[in-house]
């Protein structure tokens, strides 16, 4: 059972425009939200995170939307660029457990391609 | 600072054989995940070690184990390699507060 759900599971994107990635979880235990880029061949490499405290975390052209009500957060990828094109993936993690901290839940992910 | 690194980049195996991955965590960390990343799905956790011993452990069986050395670093074994054990396999490093750093990853192709 996933425990994270991603959509959608691609997107094209014209340059300058916005790309906008949703995940819902189930867990309430969960209370950090990190979001994850990964090139062709590399690791995932973190980009932005958020945890339950805020609504909204903006660094540079990134933002995090949080909806604890819903379940839901989104990111954001604003004045898109063909270097953004990468697979995105939102995760999830309980961090108040030691039981628990360090694991992180991830989506199925996004495939971003942002033309010229 | 080197960040996380991983070894080897790829390599091949044949079906029913044991292969070791290795990981150097990042200066600073004592935490090491291990995750599988089936092609085109998102990283699935294996297990975690924390002070050399394994802390949790993801829905995988008996045949994947590993092993956290005093240096922190960390070997990923999985015996009787299976074709769908075919994976880019990843390894985190962390430390609170939480912020995980993964390498670049072992492609493994088992045959």
């Known amino acids: 059972q996933q425990q994270v759900k991603q959509s959608p599971q691609s997107l094209i994107v014209q340059k300058g425009g916005i790309s906008i990635i949703n995940c819902a979880y189930e867990n309430t235990a969960f209370d950090y939200f990190p979001w994850y880029q990964q090139f062709p061949g590399k690791g995932p490499a973190l980009l932005i995170a958020i945890r339950p405290d805020v609504s909204e975390k903006k660094e540079g052209r990134f933002t995090i939307s949080f909806n604890k009500s819903a379940k839901q957060f989104s990111l954001h990828i604003m004045d898109s660029q063909p270097g953004d094109s990468a697979t995105y993936f939102c995760a999830a993690s309980e961090t108040m457990t030691t039981d628990s901290w360090g694991k992180l839940q991830f989506g199925a992910g996004t495939q971003v391609v942002v033309t010229p | 600072d080197a960040g996380v690194t991983q070894s080897p980049t790829h390599l091949i195996k044949t079906r029913g054989q044991q292969v070791t991955l290795r990981c150097s965590p990042k200066s600073g960390h004592d935490t090491v995940s291990w995750y599988q990343q089936a092609l085109g799905q998102g990283p699935q956790f294996i297990f975690q070690?924390?002070?050399?011993?394994?802390?949790q452990r993801g829905n995988f069986p008996d045949r994947f184990s590993g092993h956290q050395f005093p240096n922190y670093s960390s070997e990923l074994n999985v015996n009787a390699l299976l074709l769908g054990d075919s994976a880019l396999y990843l390894c985190a490093s962390s430390s609170p507060p939480m912020q995980a750093f993964f390498g670049q990853g072992t492609r493994l192709t088992v045959v």
């Open positions: 070690y924390y002070e050399e011993e394994e802390r």
